[in-house]
């Protein structure tokens, strides 16, 4: 102990401040910073991977919601009676589908009262009915095209397609 006495004394002292200002100032403040900052960033971190968890549940949710709408609409229209009635009617002329059409309001009322529906499209094989609207006979185009052919394969279930994605556009 006396000899390490004995060199300290022997440090200008200059040299005594600046190790007592290294090892009293800025080597603590070095930890203390290092360990802020290291704890901050992994409370930042943990911080955005749950702000990232919340915003996909409600994506999720949201996703769920849309997609349960348009399946419950999509049975509704596929249930209803007057729709059936509309496409197996054998029409005489456009007069009588025209009328048909606008008798028939259901698709216009889930188009206007979802904002989730931007289009709503019925392809009907009934050569009377009229191309007009929502309402689409089936060409023999359409029925080689690969939507209707992927869609044709399953025609119980309601299935979701990205019509985008076909060579021949819905």
Not at 114 to 134: C, F, M, Q, W
Request: hydrophobic fraction near 40%; proline fraction near 2%.
């Amino acid at each position: 102990w006396h000899t390490l006495t004995q060199k300290l004394n022997n440090i200008y002292l200059k040299k005594k401040l600046f190790f007592f200002f290294f090892f009293c100032a800025i080597l603590p403040v070095t930890i203390l910073g290092i360990f802020l900052i290291t704890d901050t960033k992994e409370k930042m971190m943990n911080l955005a991977d749950s702000q990232i968890s919340a915003a996909n549940q409600a994506n999720r949710n949201m996703l769920m919601s849309v997609t349960s709408l348009t399946t419950s609409i999509a049975n509704i229209i596929a249930s209803d009676d007057s729709l059936h009635t509309i496409i197996s009617t054998e029409y005489s002329d456009s007069n009588e589908v025209y009328s048909a059409y606008r008798n028939f309001t259901l698709l216009e009322e889930f188009s206007n009262n979802h904002a989730e529906i931007t289009d709503l499209r019925l392809y009907i094989d009934n050569p009377t009915l009229v191309s007009s609207g929502k309402y689409h006979t089936i060409t023999p185009e359409i029925k080689n095209s690969d939507w209707y052919l992927a869609l044709s394969q399953n025609p119980a279930e309601t299935t979701w397609i990205d019509t985008n994605s076909f060579s021949s556009a819905a």
